[in-house]
C-alpha cells in the first residue's frame, strides 16, 4: 500500500499533530520486526516519511491472527467440514451444492457468496440439516425456535440465503412462498378451497361439499385424514383466485338453474347428475395441502373421471399444469390453454421482456414440456402472454360441457 492517499493518508499527512506519524512509524516498526511487513521509505527521507507498506506473503497467516480476522485457508477449512455435513443429504439438491462447495474449497476457489459468512453458513447448513424431518405446513417461526433456538432467526439470518440456494438448484417456483411450501415451511397454515359434489369421510363423519354453497376451505390436517367417498365426473384445478371465484358462481348458477345469455345449450348438461363439476383453487403452484388433496383424488379417481386445469397461458402457467401433472393427476388435461384461444385473446395479454423470451426459448428445448410446443411457439411469435381473467368464463363454460375437447 501507499501511505499517502490510504484511509491513514490525512493523519500521516498532518503537518499540525506529528504524533500520528510517530505512532504509525512505531507500529510499522514492530511489523517490520516481526516479519510480517516491509516498509520503504522516499528518497532522502528514511525514518522520516514512508513511500511503501508491503505485506509479505510468508507470513500472511501470522498477520490474520494478528488482527484477529479468519485467514482464507481457515476459512475454506471452515467451509470444507460444514459442507460436508451434507454430502448424504437426503436432497439431492443440497448434496449437490454441498459437493460443489467441497470441491472448491478443496482446491482453494471461490465457494461462492452463500459460503462467504462462516456464522450464516454454520446457521444455514443446520436449517438444511432439519429439512428433511420437518412436516409440511410448518410456521417458519416454529422451526426457527426448534431449529435455532429464536423463532425470527430463521426469517432475519438463514431465509434469504435459503431462498437464493434453492433458486439455483431447485426446481423454479414463482414465488419465494413456494420455494419454501416445496420444503414444508410456511407462514402460516393454509386452507385449500374447494367447491362441488366430493363426498369424503372423517372417520364416521361423512361430508358432501357439494350441499355447501360457495364451497369449503380445508386445512392440511383435514386433508391427511380424509378418505374420498364420490368423485364427480369432471374435476377441474384452476390457477387463479378471481377465475376460481368466476368459474364456481357460474357452474353455481348453471345448476341452479340460472342460465347466463349465450351459454344455455353449454350449461343445459350442468343440472343433471351426471355432469357435475368439482372446482379447486390451486393458487399458482398449489400448496402442499392441496397437492395432497389432488393426489388422493387422482388415486380414488373411478373410471370416466377427467381431469382438467385452467390457468394463465403463458411460462407459469405451462409450468404449474406439469407440475400438477408430474405431481399429482398423470392424466391432466389442459382447459382453454390451447393454440386457438391463446391467439383469441392475444391481442389482450400482456407484452413480455427479452428476459421472459428467453425463458420460453428455454421451455422450447426442454424435452419435458414438448406437448407444449405449439403453444410457446404462438407465445413467442406473439410476444404476450395470456392471463386466464382475460378470457370469457362463457367460452371455458363452452369448453367444459363440450364432449370432446381438444388438448392442443
Not at 121 to 134: H, Y
Not at 227 to 255: C, M
Not at 356 to 376: H, I
Request: hydrophobic share 45%; with cysteine.
Amino acid at each position: 500500500m501507499t501511505l499517502s492517499g490510504s484511509p491513514l493518508g490525512t493523519a500521516y499527512d498532518d503537518e499540525m499533530d506529528y504524533r500520528p506519524r510517530e505512532l504509525i512509524h512505531a507500529a510499522l516498526g514492530d511489523l517490520v520486526r516481526r516479519g510480517i511487513v516491509a516498509v520503504t521509505w522516499v528518497r532522502f527521507q528514511e525514518g522520516r516519511r514512508v513511500d511503501k507498506v508491503y505485506l509479505l506473503l510468508d507470513e500472511v497467516e501470522q498477520a490474520y491472527r494478528l488482527t484477529g480476522r479468519t485467514s482464507k485457508a481457515d476459512h475454506l477449512a471452515m467451509v470444507q467440514a460444514l459442507a460436508e455435513k451434507l454430502l448424504d443429504h437426503p436432497f439431492e439438491w443440497v448434496r449437490r451444492w454441498a459437493a460443489g462447495i467441497v470441491q472448491a474449497a478443496g482446491e482453494r476457489k471461490s465457494v461462492g457468496r452463500l459460503a462467504e459468512d462462516g456464522e450464516q453458513l454454520e446457521l444455514l447448513v443446520r436449517v438444511l440439516q432439519a429439512l428433511p424431518t420437518v412436516a409440511p405446513g410448518t410456521p417458519k417461526r416454529v422451526f426457527s425456535q426448534a431449529v435455532l433456538g429464536d423463532s425470527k432467526r430463521f426469517e432475519q439470518v438463514v431465509e434469504k440465503p435459503l431462498l437464493a440456494l434453492m433458486r439455483r438448484e431447485c426446481e423454479e417456483f414463482e414465488r419465494d412462498e413456494e420455494y419454501l411450501d416445496s420444503i414444508g415451511l410456511v407462514d402460516h397454515p393454509k386452507l385449500t378451497l374447494l367447491a362441488g359434489p366430493l363426498q369424503f369421510a372423517v372417520g364416521e363423519v361423512v361430508t358432501d361439499v357439494g350441499a355447501l354453497p360457495g364451497g369449503v376451505g380445508l386445512y392440511g390436517p383435514t386433508i391427511e385424514a380424509l378418505a374420498v367417498r364420490k368423485l364427480p365426473a369432471t374435476v377441474v384445478t384452476v390457477e387463479n383466485l378471481t377465475s376460481y371465484e368466476q368459474l364456481v358462481a357460474a357452474v353455481g348458477a348453471a345448476q341452479a338453474g340460472v342460465v347466463q345469455p349465450g351459454v344455455a345449450q353449454a350449461v343445459a348438461a350442468l343440472a343433471t347428475k351426471k355432469n357435475t363439476v368439482l372446482i379447486i383453487y390451486t393458487g399458482g403452484f398449489p400448496h402442499h395441502g392441496t397437492l395432497r388433496l389432488l393426489q388422493k383424488l387422482g388415486q380414488a379417481t373411478p373410471a370416466g373421471t377427467r381431469f382438467w386445469h385452467w390457468g394463465d397461458i403463458d411460462y407459469g402457467g405451462i409450468r404449474i399444469f406439469e407440475h400438477i401433472r408430474h405431481q399429482a393427476l398423470p392424466d391432466l388435461q389442459p382447459l382453454a390453454m390451447d393454440v386457438a384461444t391463446y391467439r383469441r385473446y392475444a391481442e389482450r395479454g400482456i407484452t413480455v421482456t427479452e428476459e421472459y423470451r428467453r425463458k420460453l426459448a428455454n421451455l422450447v428445448e426442454d424435452g419435458r414440456f414438448a406437448r407444449w410446443l405449439s403453444v410457446l411457439q404462438a407465445l413467442q411469435m406473439e410476444g404476450r402472454r395470456v392471463e386466464q381473467e382475460s378470457i370469457d368464463i362463457t367460452e371455458v363454460m363452452q369448453r367444459l360441457m363440450e364432449k370432446r375437447t381438444t388438448a392442443f
